[in-house]
Each structure stands twice: as structure tokens, then as C-alpha cells.
């Protein structure tokens, strides 16, 4: 199991950015792993944002994210980040991040999950 530990989560009116951050803390090799964000908004299911690589070189978003959001990781911290840009209401969620040892945007192959931070976006 990984040990994954999110910041970064706030109130921002909507058109602001927010920087989320995840942090792996059991010591495993991380870049090993594949990482993603997911949402989940009161009363919905969890919906895949966004994934990365193990080495950084490939990235994959939701379309209604794409242009807007990007993900980036930095293996010698053993950080994941999820920059958010142009913020929207609907973006509104509790974020969570997760690794994976696949290449994936299915929640069932990521097997290891941060605790969430809440993103709240104001009209």
C-alpha cells in the first residue's frame, strides 16, 4: 500500500486556480507508480480528472478539465500535483489522488488513495 497525504484545497471564486499537492509518505518507489486525480461532488460518484505516467511523460484528462487543468509530478519529492485553472462551479469537489500500477482511468485500478481535500469554486 501506498501512503498518499493531499493539500492544497480551498475556497476560490470561479476564473481563480488552486494548486493541489500529493505526497507519497510509506517510502515506496515512486515512480513506479501511476498517479490520478478524481472528484467526487456531494451526492455523485467518484469521476476520474486526470492521470500521469510513472515518469511524467504521459498525461490523460477528463474532457471537461482538459485545457483548464494539468498534472505534473516530481519524483524526487515524490510529489503529484494537479494545477487548476479557470475554475468553474461545477469543479466544486472533494479531490482525491491515487496511484495505480497501471496505466489508467478506472477508480478499480488505483489501489492506494489519499485522504481528499475539498475544492470549493464560488459564482
Known amino acids: 500500500q501506498v501512503q498518499l497525504v493531499e493539500s492544497g484545497g480551498g475556497l476560490v471564486q470561479a476564473g481563480g486556480s488552486l494548486r493541489l499537492s500529493c505526497a507519497e509518505a510509506?517510502?515506496?518507489?515512486?515512480?513506479?507508480?501511476?498517479m490520478g486525480w478524481f472528484r467526487q461532488a456531494p451526492g455523485k460518484g467518484r469521476e476520474f480528472v486526470a492521470r500521469?505516467?510513472?515518469?511524467?511523460?504521459?498525461?490523460y484528462f477528463v474532457d471537461s478539465v482538459k485545457g483548464r487543468f494539468t498534472i505534473s509530478r516530481d519524483n524526487a519529492k515524490k510529489t503529484v500535483y494537479l494545477q487548476m485553472n479557470s475554475l468553474k462551479p461545477e469543479d466544486t469537489a472533494v479531490y482525491y489522488c491515487?496511484?495505480?500500477?497501471?496505466?489508467?482511468?478506472?477508480?478499480?485500478?488505483?489501489?492506494?488513495w489519499g485522504q481528499g481535500t475539498q475544492v470549493t469554486v464560488s459564482s
Open positions: 491515487a496511484a495505480s500500477p497501471k496505466l489508467s482511468y478506472r477508480d478499480s485500478d488505483y489501489n492506494s
Open positions: 510509506s517510502g515506496r518507489t515512486f515512480s513506479t507508480f501511476t
Open positions: 500521469i505516467s510513472g515518469s511524467g511523460l504521459t498525461t
